[in-house]
């Protein structure tokens, strides 16, 4: 790789084959034809289709597609291959839920995409570009290596530029490097630091990089790099080879999936064995083929409808629905989700590493503290010797941002930039100078003529013979300068940037406006601090993450005092050995960085693939990751780690493209929005999960026990109800549960904690068990009034009161298993279950009880449930009311035993 930097520009011209006059017309076209347009390697997107494909690739949904089709195969040999229409009842179900539940998937991630598309701008659509030595403005795509570029402040550069002329050019390169304040730009050759391999990007004075601005200034550069071969395109080309993983939510569907298959093919081993035995061998039959081929056939039949009904059709679409809710709550607190399965993420979020310009800051640097007799004066002095613009009515002045904070402080004094220029125009002026680090403009003032000098404070003050204090000009003193130079310092601390101002009366128009006719026997003024400051809100967001138990760290490639200052200020870290350099990072291995890692939470100094090497370091150590920022420089390890957050106004398009997230207010207090909002997601994911296992367990039980016993508990049509009605409608009113309030109180979960952990497995098992208890409980009790005894319960005969009564209380006890779910460790009798109804459950709740007494009281509906009207009574319907209630006392003790154990365990 060619280190343009460390060369001279005519070495360079030479190397690139072109001139200070530019290339000719032929010769720029024959090297586009050769290297290409000047542009990014777009992502290839995904088709509808290969969208959709992917989409049925989650195991839960092959899961139910693959049940559909062996429930397809047994009502073909159920009906002796001539099913009707209606035989395919639970097929027809299963699939348009996996059908209803992509759809959903497809149109979210669809919106979001359509939101970020609206978010990315072009930027560098044109350039001056120096051809046959005449200048013209060209499309930036049609750029090529040799093409001598044109800049002003204000342009944008289009490719990687070694310097060749610079006139007081600055450039804006936070997108880049991390660094908020404009680099001086000089033609000088780079040299390389003693014990150093490279000189950091951020360093590289006589450089212009893609995706950085000249704010300032004007200049002349020639083009080394374009497209993918710029700094911006090798981070692009990073992009490409990181691969995502799994987020914890696919994680751990996919190990219920897992779970759920083993459950499965257990039922149907135990089933079909138990059946055949029973056919076979207990048999009082003699022995024969044909029995065996009709006994397998049978019990084959039986177990694949007992394990279809293990399967929890809803869930998939339930969980959809549920993020789907999420992603929606977020968009409305300026969170943009781009991935469904990315909103939880954040709720299990242990460490966020944060860009520092732009995202803990506001990218706008801001005078901060001033030391001077007279404030106003400093403020006049300091806009008018100033380029920045500010008309009344706009909220921000607008030009090199050291200036604008200059202007904007004095507009805040009420000096406002615009009158300035009218009452005191200037009328000739000593450009600043990297050299001399000094500015110096004259203005006239009715019939006086004033100079105002801003610039690096002990090179102002060494130009001055005087001071102004108490509304006069006094001679300096030695010891007035000592304590300008002790404010500096403890500024200079403070990770303030100083700037010194002064002013010289003429009393005739200067002989010239040259630096050494200016700069001399001046008064001096004062001087003032500045610094791009902490968003306000940052503070509290901060605070709120520890509070969460997430530990924020600061990512930059700022100067290490500014970091430290930054970090200190935030409360991020409390000692400046809690901050570290890139330069230091390089020396680790990926092994020793492992060892270190956890030591800091500040990183300054640092180029992409340091944020890269910090963010897999911690995802090494088992913490979920997110990284947040909006410069280029922020993509690879944006798209790293377990949760990228993007910028949605000052992020470029290549950090959105790449992150899960974008922030549509660029507000770092949005992401501990997100945070709670995640964590109330997976919270309530799990809670229907918890409730659909339960109860499709309970199913699972006591369809099994009535298989190996002869009696029919439940019908096809009572197990569909139960699944698509009894299920999902509560199911889904969960996923609206209230965070509780503890919720940003806890500690993240482990990113190895499963679906089963905390826990839940065990809960599932035993409620599940109760839950089958009080049904079978409901069909013993149903059949005892109705034939007054139990001696030929196991004969095979059916007794649709018994049936329905096991059905009823089915209903109840799942209903009042949700409303249990509210917390799935807290009572639901606590005053916060009171104070935070969820009406959604509420609703789910009348609605699931008027259909279900509909089924069983509606002359239409008696018939396809199995009720006879005549004999089924209110005292039976009260017994199902009273089995389905006993489910609140019974888990509420559980959850107090639960309790009681994790605190012995603590």
Known sequence: MNKYYMEGWEEVLQEVQSTPQGLSNEEAAARLEKNGKNKLKEAEKESLARKFINSLADPMIIMLIVAAAIQAVVTVLESAGKP???????????????????????????????????????????????????????????IVVGDVVVFEAGDAVPADCRILESYSMKAEEAALTGESVPVSKVIDVMMLKEGKEDIPLGDRKNMLYSGSTVVYGRGTAVVTATGMDTEMGKIAEALTEAEKEQTPLQKKMAELSRFLTKLVLGICVVVFAVGLIEAVVLSDEPFSWSLLGSAGLNTFIAAIALAVAAIPEGLPAVVTIILSIGVTAMSKRQALIRKLTAVETLGCTQIICSDKTGTLTQNRMTVVDTFTDDPVLLAKAMACCSDAKRALGMHEAVGEPTEAALVNHAHDLKLYKDELDGKFPRIGEAPFDSMRKMMSTVHQEGDRIYQYTKGATEIVLERCNYVWRDGKAIPITDEYRKQVKDICKQFADRALRVLGAAYRPHFEMPKDFEAETLEQDMVFIGCLGMIDPCRPEVYDAIEECRLAGIRPIMITGDHKDTAVAIGKDLRIITDDSQAIEGSELDKFSDEELLQEVQKY????????????????????????????????????????????????????????????????????????????????????????????????????????????????????????????????????????????????????????????????????????????????????????????????????????NAMAMAFLTMNFAEMMCAINMRSRRG???????????????????????????????????????DIDPGTFQTKELYIAIALGLSTIPVFEIGKVIHRKVRADEE
């Open 84 to 142: 009707s229409f209606g035989d395919f009842a639970d097929v027809v179900v299963i699939l348009v839920v996996v059908i209803i539940n992509t759809i959903m998937s497809l149109v979210q991630e669809s919106k979001a995409e359509a939101a970020m598309e609206a978010l990315m701008q072009m930027t560098a659509a044109t350039s001056k570009v120096l051809r046959d030595g005449k200048q013209t403005v060209l499309k930036s795509e049609d």
């Open 827 to 865: 009572s639901i009798l606590s005053g916060e279950m009171f104070k935070n109804i969820n009406w959604w459950l509420v609703g789910a709740f009348v609605v699931t009880t008027m259909l279900t007494l509909l089924a069983v009281y509606l002359p239409g509906l008696q018939q396809v449930f």
């Open 601 to 800: 939470s500040v990183y300054a100094r640092v180029q992409p693939e340091h944020k890269v090497r910090i963010v897999k370091a911690w995802k090494e150590l088992g913490m979920v990751t997110a990284m947040t920022g909006g410069g280029v420089n922020d993509a690879p390890s944006i798209k790293a780690a377990d949760i990228g957050i993007g910028m949605g106004i000052t992020g470029t398009d290549v950090t959105k493209g790449a992150a899960d997230m974008v922030l549509a207010d660029d507000n770092f207090a949005t992401i501990v929005h997100a945070v709670e909002e995640g964590r109330k997601i997976y919270e309530n994911v799990c809670k229907v999960i918890q409730f659909q296992l339960s109860t499709n367990m309970s199913e699972v039980i006591v369809m099994f026990l009535s298989t190996l016993l002869h009696f029919t508990i439940l019908t096809p049509v009572h197990l569909l109800w139960i699944n698509m009605v009894t299920d999902s409608l509560p199911g889904l009113a969960l996923g609206m549960e209230h965070a509780e309030g503890n919720l940003m109180r806890r500690k993240p979960r482990a990113s190895t904690d499963g679906i089963f952990s905390g826990g839940a497995g065990y809960d599932m098992v035993w409620q599940g068990i109760y839950l089958a208890f009080i049904e079978l409980a409901a069909y013993f009790i149903g059949y005892h009034l109705e034939f007054g005894n139990f001696s030929g319960i196991f004969s095979g005969e059916i007794c649709v």
